[in-house]
């Protein structure tokens, strides 16, 4: 029987709140249990997978427990790390009275609309080629849904201002080669003919233009790479997590829509929090009432995904036993 644990990439996804951290450990736990060799990645800047699992994670692959390894990406420190590579990489094709403007640049960017996505996307690209090398399965513990939306929708947004700086290095390089011929070569003479001193400078911009050009080539193709297992359903699936409420199936419904335009993989919805039939008193009554209309809402919304429905637990679920009591859960579901 095969299962969605025996994907090789698992993103899960949903409203914040609803239980995507809990979901994401569970599942990892259940993984381990059928002989995978877990990566567990957190890109949720409110990092809850450190207290659920009850230790400190960080930004260095840690062992939570057999067979599974923890990650926290740290989206302020992706973007600080991503400028200083790239300023690192311009300086060494710029000239030295070029670095302030250079830094001026790095500091104008870093406020910049997706500064934080496009690190984290280069960061979540390096990071699954680490998961496909040395795991069976990674899974994606993400941010709340509109992040989340954003990110799995820039790949293709990036690999195409890429191919434009591309296209613009290739008209400078013709351009220069154009330059290079109308340009009077002073400083030839008859006896020396190699004695432009231009030659040099030329020299020079061409190794600058190609370590430009490998550099841009490097980045396309590690985010196509990572936008062809987005998609591909036989490796990657993306699971949503909800709560038998108004906002949550709403926020969900657009999501859904969204990536299936995509054509993102989504393998179904873990409906969480379900009250159980034994609860009793009026109150919750009332409120079992007004959730039977909402899973109602959910099953006309998503009837064409799979469903897995959790009933809401008496305590919190912290700690190994309790990721373990809610493993159990996901598998009577049919996970």
Known sequence: MSHLTDKRILLVGGKGG?????????????????????????????????????????DNITRLTANIDGLELDPDRE???????????????????????????????????????????????????????????????????GHTLRLLSLPEAIAAWTQGLLNANRRSEKLAEVLEHLTPKAGRSIDNPLSDPKEHATADMDARTKAIAETLLTRQRLLLRTRELFQDKEQTALLFVLTPEKLPILETARTVKTLQQERLPIAGLVVNRILPEEAGGDFLAQRRRQEKIHLQQIDQDFDDLP????PLQATDIQGIDGLNGMADLLKNAGL
Do not use: W
Request: net charge positive.
């Open 18 to 58: 609803v239980g995507k951290t809990t979901v994401s450990s569970a599942l990892a736990l259940l993984a381990a249990r059928r002989g995978k060799k877990v990566l567990l990645v957190s890109t949720d800047p409110a990092h809850s997978l450190a207290d659920a699992f009850g230790c400190r994670i960080g």
């Open 79 to 145: 973007v600080e790390q991503h400028l200083e590579r790239v300023s690192v990489q311009l300086k060494q094709f710029a000239r030295p009275e070029m670095y302030g403007a250079i830094e001026k640049q790095m500091r104008l960017t870093r406020q910049s609309p997706g500064a934080q996505e496009a690190a984290m996307l280069e960061r979540i690209a390096n990071t699954l080629k680490l998961g496909l090398k040395d795991y069976d399965l990674t899974i994606f513990d993400t941010a709340p849904t």
């Open 307 to 310: 469903r897995y429905s959790i």
